[in-house]
Each structure stands twice: as C-alpha cells, then as structure tokens.
C-alpha cells in the first residue's frame, strides 16, 4: 500500500482546520462578557464586598448599597493619606483608584480587578450579559 504524499498532506490539512475550528469555539465560549447582577440578595452583597476586602488585602472598604445593578464597574477612591508632613488639607489622593469589573464567564459571575487582572468566582450572585444598547 502506497501513501502518497498529497494524501498525507491533504489528511493533515483537514486535521489542522478541525483542531482549529474546535480551538475557535472554546475560546469563544470562555470569553468574559460584561455584567450586571439579577435580582442581587443581602447574601450576595455580603459576598462581594468579602471579595474585595480580599481583593485589596483584608482593607475594609465602604460601598455603595447596590453596586453593579446598573453597570459593571466598580470604581473605588483610596483614601488619602495624612501626615504631619502632608496634612493634606483638600483631602485627596494623587493615586489612582481602584477599578472592579463584573463579567459573565460561561454561566459564572466573576469580579475582576483591573489592575492585575485577577478574577474571583462569586457562588451566589446571579448576572446577566450588558448588552451594548442597555
């Protein structure tokens, strides 16, 4: 039995484009989406601001009551700091605050912080996709 070379390239040129075309809807499939929570309970609150606190090593942080009901960021200021030798009199800080984005991961909801691109799974909350004209 002849192999000839035009059939193994043939063989290997269609098992290329099934790999590829199957790597194509995996990625597709686990790409994060924009998001905003459904019907968010107390529980679910609580288990957010316990991922930020996380998030920003154990820092407890004020929040907003209903956050990401209406977009998917979560934008928080840092505090500035006062010294004896930078009373900050005006009360603000020169850096830059801390960014949180709610995205739709598969059927998860996940926190990522933007600035390191780090992502939390949440087991309670339930989200749905922000679509562009919303």
């Known amino acids: 039995m002849k192999i000839r070379l035009r059939h193994l390239f043939y063989a290997g040129t269609f098992t290329w484009s099934i790999l590829f075309t199957a790597a194509c809807q995996v990625a597709a499939k686990n790409t994060s989406q924009p998001a905003r929570l459904i019907d968010p309970t107390n529980e679910v609150f609580t288990e957010i601001r316990e991922v930020i606190n996380k998030a920003l090593n154990g820092a407890e942080v004020k929040l907003a009551t209903r956050f990401f ?66």
């Open 69 to 134: 009901v209406d977009s998917s960021w979560l934008t928080i200021e840092r505090t500035a700091k006062k010294t004896i030798q930078n009373p900050n009199l005006l009360g603000r800080s020169d850096e830059a605050p801390i960014s949180f984005q709610l995205l739709k991961l598969g059927k998860k909801c996940v926190i990522k912080k933007s600035d390191n691109e780090r992502l939390w799974a949440l087991k309670l909350a339930q989200c749905q996709v922000i679509k562009k004209d919303d």
